[in-house]
């Protein structure tokens, strides 16, 4: 036999779940079909603010079909009525409670659901239920809002929000600046708009315990959460989200169709379906609006000496959302004086959420727009301000980074993309009658890396399964975790299962903060290198002892489900033979990756980030105004690449979606109303393919190996941080119109 040839981590593999996924035998949410079925449909309120007064139930109830309306005035008694429990990633405030009371606080709050046998009459008699009300004043409008913005004495550092250092003196060095830029940078509300809805299928065992088919990005922490705000305890909770049809951050907190859907089934005993309406997926998590003030000062030549920080973001009367907002500047750019102050508005709306790269995608964003105006103002190379400004150290923490190869990002973008073939004029490009623009934007996001538990399970077949309560919410999730056990265990992907989205499997985060790769991918490898220990054990039972002298698994291969010697490859066996030979059938072992006391502490020490240095070129159509975005480069730096093909696709997408911030995504608010106006595919508008053009992706060199486990830093949210901005900057260059809110729309243009 020949030394067996290594596949795994670093190979392009095709999603090891694509073809359940294009054949349609994915099962998401909305897609079980158990037995005795009911069907939920959510009346909405239609107004922002007041109180329900009366409900009149009675041309709904004689709908045929119907079995019941449940709403606050018959709903089964709730465990949160003790109002103490939070969700995994409650926020300070109260969560939200469907049918808690009469009190309305957004509009499209859902204020009865109907329970019928089949979809059609719920929905049918939906429509049918009169809901009276009184009326309270109400503000949806971010501008008004901003009158009421506050610090909140609770604005702590937390999971995902830290407080910003100041460092210098910011208002001097600005006033004494050569050259300054300073303005107010806006971004638009923004939804998450999946392409699933959120849906919930509980199942009545009619033992008091029930299984919930969830949208959600964690099976466990919606099964504590649902456990006790509904009294019933966590072995009677089982989660299911084996495969989400997108989330982008909408299903982190369990939305109120899983509220409706189990209120319904304990009331009735009974199964029960809810699935949000696409109009209804515009009445919880959504991107906060954002209003964000920006001064910069610096040298002639463009060495920036001063960072000015306002920012303010958008949240509900019910609960205080904040994210990182001012912070990725101060980090980012090496300038001696920076100050960062950080507020939040609260608006008759659902609570705002996390949406990919929650704060960096808008923050960071923003900031890029500023940090170019100041290349235009100091006559230098937009890219070459960015380097003159580089700081190799997290300039806000004074702390070193894991890694940082952004340098060589902006090196390896600008060469893909012919930047120095740019001219520095804006308007001085043009082909036929379109104005052409090239701008160049910097990325930020975290590295995290959660504590996660996997499974493996080896049987005498040569096949593996491996386990973990993780999610794929579209990312890959699945696809790593075969990928790192092929390349622990050295078994074909084909021999391989993966298995996630249930709460009964090995404790895991809910998948967000682009960590899952490295926290299930870390869970995954030291299961496996657990068997691959047994397997070396149970070597020493074969004849001959092939593995003898062998002291670690570190002095094997593994490959083509054999396992070899490394300093002598012709001493080999196959996995199976091994087993066989131990009298094995199966060998099961569960192991929890952490970051432990090490990791602890070097996280207080260093930062961990992923970098990316973004292109774009636009056109734009001098007569109509219609910007094309026809090239963007982006060039990550996010440590090792698992999987060079799926590691492409998170950011193809996170370009997408910048794209959309850049040019279309926004959602309008009627201020009398209190309502989302485009609350539809139709007028809230995503980059469709013709939207699309050519999209270049670059991994640099970055090796890490103290960043996590697995030295992978995630890849879910940094391909649209900055990306926005890249576009606007170029729309800049093309056009020499300076435009700092976002969406850049044909208007904005005029
Ligand atoms: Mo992401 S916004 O952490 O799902």
């Known amino acids: 036999m020949n030394a067996p040839a290594k596949v795994g981590i670093g190979t392009p593999l095709s999603r090891v779940d694509g073809t359940e996924k294009v054949t349609g035998t994915a099962k998401y949410a909305a897609e079980y079909n158990v037995p005795d079925l009911l069907y939920g449909v959510a009346v909405s309120s239609r107004i922002a603010k007041g109180r329900i007064t009366a409900l009149d139930e009675e041309a709904a109830r004689a709908v045929p079909g119907v079995v019941d309306i449940v709403s606050h005035r018959n709903r089964p008694k709730q465990a949160w009525l003790d109002r103490s429990w939070k969700d995994e990633l409650s926020i300070p405030g109260e969560p939200f409670k469907a049918f808690h009371d009469e009190q309305i606080l957004f509009a499209g709050q859902p204020i009865a659901v109907v329970i019928a046998e089949t979809f059609e009459a719920a929905r049918f008699a939906a429509s049918l239920v009169e809901v009276s009300y009184t009326e309270e004043a ?183 959302n904040m994210e990182d907002i001012v912070v990725w500047g101060m980090m980012n750019y090496d300038c001696p004086n920076a100050s960062g ?91 036929g009658r379109e104005l052409i623009g090239w701008g160049v934007a910097t990325g930020m996001w975290d590295a995290q890396f959660s504590k996660t538990a996997a499974r493996a399970v080896l049987t005498d077949d040569g096949r593996l399964e491996v386990a973990s309560a993780a999610s794929d919410i579209g990312t890959g999730t699945y696809t790593v975790m075969v990928q790192v056990a092929a390349d622990t265990l050295g078994i074909t992907p084909e021999h391989i299962r993966a298995k996630l989205g249930d709460s009964d499997l090995p404790t895991a ?109 636009v056109r734009v159509d001098e007569e109509l105004n219609q910007v094309r975005v026809t090239r963007v480069v982006n060039a990550v730096a996010a440590g090792r690449i698992i999987n060079p093909k799926t590691a492409r696709s998170q950011i193809l997408g996170g370009v997408v979606m910048g794209i959309g911030m850049a040019l279309h995504e926004e959602t309008f608010g009627d201020r009398q109303l209190g309502r989302w106006m485009n609350h539809n595919y139709a007028e809230y508008h995503v980059p469709a393919h013709a939207d699309v053009e050519d999209i270049e992706v670059i991994f640099v060199d970055e090796p890490d190996p103290e ?44």
């Open 707 to 750: 960043v996590t486990p697995l030295g992978v830093k995630g890849l879910g949210e940094i391909g649209i941080v900055g990306t926005a901005a890249a576009v606007a900057n170029a729309i800049y260059h093309a056009t020499g119109k300076r435009v700092r809110a976002l969406p850049i729309t044909i208007d904005k243009l005029l």
């Open 138 to 320: 109400h503000n949806i409008d971010f501008e008004a809002s901003l009158a009421e913005k506050f610090t909140p004495s609770h604005l702590k550092r937390r999971n995902n929000y830290h407080p910003p250092k100041n460092r210098g003196n910011a208002d001097a060095a600005f006033k004494a600046a050569n050259l300054t830029v300073e303005g107010e940078y806006h971004l638009a509300t923004e939804h998450h708009n999946p392409m699933e809805m959120h849906a919930s299928t509980v199942e009545w065992h009619g033992d008091g315990s029930i299984t919930v088919f969830d949208k959600i990005q964690g099976p466990q922490g919606d099964q504590a959460y649902l456990a006790s705000a509904f009294g019933l305890g966590k072995k009677n909770v089982r989660v299911v989200n084996s495969y989400v049809g997108g989330a982008f951050g909408s299903g982190l907190r369990p939305q109120w169709q899983v509220q409706l859907a189990v209120m319904a089934a304990i009331h009735l005993e009974r199964s029960v379906r809810v699935v949000m309406t696409r109009a209804q997926m515009f009445t919880h998590a959504h991107r906060p609006e954002c209003s964000y003030s920006i001064k910069l000062g610096a040298e002639h030549n463009g060495k920036l000496s001063a960072m000015i920080n306002s920012a303010t973001t958008s949240t509900s009367r019910f609960e205080s």
């Open 341 to 431: 102050e950080y507020f939040i508005a609260p608006r008759d709306t659902y609570t705002s959420a996390d949406m990919r790269a929650p704060g960096a995608a808008t923050g960071m964003t923003l900031f890029e727009i500023a940090v170019d105006e100041m290349a235009y103002k100091a006559k230098v190379d937009p890219l070459d301000l960015r380097l003159l400004n580089y700081s190799n150290v997290d300039a806000m923490n004074e702390t070193p980074f894991t890694s940082k190869a952004l340098r060589e990002a902006y090196r390896e973008g600008a060469e893909r993309f012919g930047w120095e073939k740019r001219t520095p004029q804006p308007r001085s490009m043009k082909e």
């Open 509 to 617: 985060p809910v998948e967000g903060g682009s960590w899952g790769a490295a926290s299930t991918g870390a869970a995954v490898q030291l299961a496996c290198q657990s068997v691959a220990k047994q397997l070396l054990k149970a070597a020493e039972k074969i004849e001959g002892k092939p593995l003898h002298g062998a002291n670690s698994i570190d002095d094997l291969v593994f490959a083509d489900g054999a396992i070899a010697l490394k300093t002598d490859p012709s001493r080999i066996v196959t996995i199976t033979d091994v087993m066989k030979a131990a009298g094995l059938d199966r060998i099961e072992v569960e192991e929890t990756a952490s970051p432990g006391i090490s990791g602890m502490i070097s996280m207080m020490r260093k930062s961990r980030n992923t970098h990316s240095a973004i292109f774009c070129e």
